[in-house]
């Protein structure tokens, strides 16, 4: 059996604004979920796992850690923990609104036309150690 790490040691947290319609909230949490994965190159620190069941039949690449959804108030809030996740050199995957128009390029062309304080976020998704993320996500309530 491999030896695993403390699941409670680090987790996976995202924050989504409760102002957008829960379906854009699904798609920007697959999108933000899918970069943050993507850009870590199967990071072993993410602690990738292959649930194999007694048929044999593989269920791939499951993080070992914990992954928690909670809600924000407004894009503020969002831009705040990206702001906190870019001081601590967390990594993060974020949505912003340009994200939902027309092409990949056209989607582009928006967000580099945009000032980044004039962004509407939807959500972002951080992995980090628990203390540290608990430090200021901790206000945020659950998502449900």
Do not use: W
């Not at 996740?85 to 949505?95: G, N, Y």
């Not at 609104?97 to 000032?115: E, R, V, Y």
């Amino acid at each position: 059996m491999t030896q695993l790490p403390d699941e409670n040691s680090k987790r996976f947290i995202a924050v989504l604004n409760k102002k957008i319609e829960t379906g854009r909230l699904m798609n920007a949490l697959g999108h933000i979920t899918a970069g943050l994965a993507g850009a870590s190159g199967q990071n072993e620190e993410m602690c990738f796992l292959d649930y194999k069941d007694k048929d044999g039949g593989v269920h791939p690449h499951i993080s070992h850690f914990p992954f928690i959804v909670l809600k924000a108030d407004n894009s503020n809030k969002i831009r705040t923990v990206r702001n906190e996740c870019i001081a601590r050199s967390i990594p993060f995957s974020d949505f912003i609104d340009p994200m939902t128009i027309g092409s990949s390029q056209d989607q582009l062309n928006a967000s580099a036309g945009t000032p980044e304080a004039e962004l509407e976020y939807y959500g972002i998704v951080m992995f980090g150690s628990t203390l540290e993320l608990k430090e200021f996500t901790g206000k945020f309530s659950l998502f449900n």
